[in-house]
């Protein structure tokens, strides 16, 4: 008779091998089991996992790696959203999931008539206390902050953000697009964000929501050391992200003072501007006292979305929100990469329905890091960060600010520049100051001029008299 396995061996390699969304190695898993197991034997439990199609196996033999696999699901649509069958209709890629987490995904995907409906429950705000309650498990907080961790800790807040900024662009613009159900390409956002050019056949509204995006990071990132969870950042937030897709221009950065519906939904937000009001001021007081950064990022995308303070673009603010931590404490920033948008959309439904995080918090965790082993990707191959661009980032960036807004030619802006640096820089840097000053002007172009607060009108005007 065959030796029956250890349930518990199996559980603990696999919850090893989820905290490498990209794979791992036999010898790295060793190392970070929580249980001791010879090699033959974690070998013997690693083939029985990708026998029962627990664990996906990569590149087989010496190199071969191993992962999580993502879960499909069979859906086929129904009149009040997608149900789950018996019948497969569709494959739908999904993230892997709690117990926990998949009785709520299989609640809120019930015929939309079987759902009860409910409004907002304030209590579900009023019972959080800030670093007493936690919606995030201890264990959860400390892989997370070993995984998201850099020697960037003691550096400017932003100063990892900045490293990766050209990438980050690009990802977080993409992919929290994408979660809206922009169409746009990964490869089509980048030209648009680095080019200018919006794609063929496109809605002009995609285009608009992606260069919203890119202003609302730039705010992040350039201004690290003063935005937080207040009534500046996150009206900002919204007046950016909403820009230009709202039927009411007016309601870019305020706070809504009519009711909105949530269609595919039960959940009916609250109507009362005063009540809104004092709801939105609390989400913001209560993210401000929570000292964790992961437990922070977590709670505004739970409670952002919950209440609804704008007319529209709310999740969207609660994503770019959920980074404002993780940028200011330069820790890995969540980009949402590969989130199947259905995984998202049903984890803000549990929230809505029936004010569980628990599916939304797998989501949180699965992309955070996937974006954790995106990111250390890219900084090792783009080596140390320059010092000096670092230290003199706010000047440098004011110089060239002024240079386009006055509209000068470059020899009136090469004595322009000459002279700040004699009056900023040190002596030994003035030479450098002036260099780099110079080719940030020469590198300037319509996809980067959001990095220096200007408008495309005063980058045009000053590009006439330039050339």
Same mark, same amino acid.
């Given at each position: ?7 518990? !061996? ?15 190695? *036999? ?51 129904? /009149?009040?959203?997608?149900? %789950? ?6 494959? +739908? ?18 015929? #939309? ?11 579900? $705000? ?13 264990? @959860? ?27 980050? $662009? *690009? ?10 159900? &922009? ?26 929501? *992606? ?10 990132? +350039?201004?690290?050391? !003063? =935005?937080?969870? &207040? ?19 007016? @309601? ?23 009540? #809104? !009001? ?38 969207? =603010?609660?994503?770019? @929100?959920?980074?404002?931590? $993780? ?11 590969? %989130? /199947? ?6 984890? *803000? ?54 240079? %386009? ?15 700040? @640096? ?13 260099? %780099? ?27 006439? #008299?330039?050339?």
């Amino acid at each position: 008779m065959p030796k029956q396995v250890p349930q518990a !061996e199996l559980d603990a390699v696999l919850q090893a091998v989820a905290r490498y969304p990209d794979g791992v190695s *036999i010898e790295e898993l060793s190392g970070a089991l929580e249980i001791n197991l010879p090699r033959r034997t974690l070998q013997r439990r690693l083939a029985s996992l990708v026998e029962r199609n627990l664990l996906a196996i990569e590149r087989r033999g010496r190199g071969s790696r191993y992962r999580l696999p993502a879960i499909e699901i069979e859906v086929q649509p129904s /009149p009040g959203g997608l149900a %789950v069958t018996g019948r497969p209709a569709q494959t +739908e890629a999904y993230i892997p999931v709690s117990r926990e987490g998949d009785i709520i995904k299989q609640a809120v995907r019930a015929p #939309i008539q079987e759902r009860h409906p409910v409004g907002y429950n304030r209590a579900f $705000l009023d019972d959080y206390r800030p670093n007493d309650t936690f919606y995030l498990p201890p264990d @959860a907080r400390e892989r997370l902050l070993e995984c998201g961790r850099s020697p960037d800790g003691e550096r400017p807040a932003g100063t990892y953000a900045r490293q990766i900024f050209n990438r980050l $662009l *690009i990802d977080l613009s993409w992919n929290s697009s994408r979660l809206e159900g &922009n169409t746009y390409s990964l490869l089509e956002t980048e030209r648009l964000l680095e080019l200018g050019e919006v794609a063929e056949g496109k809605d002009a509204l995609e285009a608009q929501m *992606i260069l919203n995006h890119k202003a609302a990071i730039e705010l992040l990132v +350039e201004q690290a050391e !003063e =935005v937080g969870f &207040n009534r500046y950042t996150i009206l900002n937030l919204h007046a950016l992200l909403s820009d230009n897709l709202l039927g009411n221009p007016q @309601a870019c950065g305020r706070l809504r003072t009519i009711g909105v519906g949530i269609s595919g939904t039960v959940y009916h937000p609250l109507e009362v501007p005063q009540l #809104i !009001e004092e709801c939105f001021q609390q989400v913001l007081d209560t993210a401000a006292a929570i000292k964790d950064p992961f437990e922070q990022a977590f709670f505004v995308m739970v409670h952002l979305p919950y209440l609804q303070p704008f007319e529209d673009v709310n999740k969207r =603010v609660s994503r770019l @929100a959920s980074n404002l931590p $993780l940028v200011r404490l330069n820790l890995c920033p969540l980009s949402f990469v590969d %989130v /199947p948008e259905r995984a998202y959309v049903d984890g *803000i439904l549990g929230v809505y329905e029936l004010n569980r995080v628990d599916l939304l918090r797998d989501v949180f965790i699965w992309a955070y890091e996937r974006s954790c082993a995106r990111y250390s990707a890219v900084r090792r191959s783009l080596g140390e960060p320059d010092a000096f661009r670092l230290r003199h980032r706010a000047l440098m960036a004011e110089a060239v600010s002024e240079i %386009v807004r006055n509209r000068m030619d470059k020899k009136t802006a090469t004595a322009f520049i000459r002279r700040r @640096a004699t009056e900023n820089v040190s002596s030994e840097d003035q030479a450098r100051f002036v260099e %780099v000053v110079e080719t940030e002007l020469m590198n300037l172009h319509e996809g980067n001029i959001a990095r220096y607060r200007l408008r495309p009108s005063e980058y045009q005007g000053w590009r006439e #008299i330039w050339h």
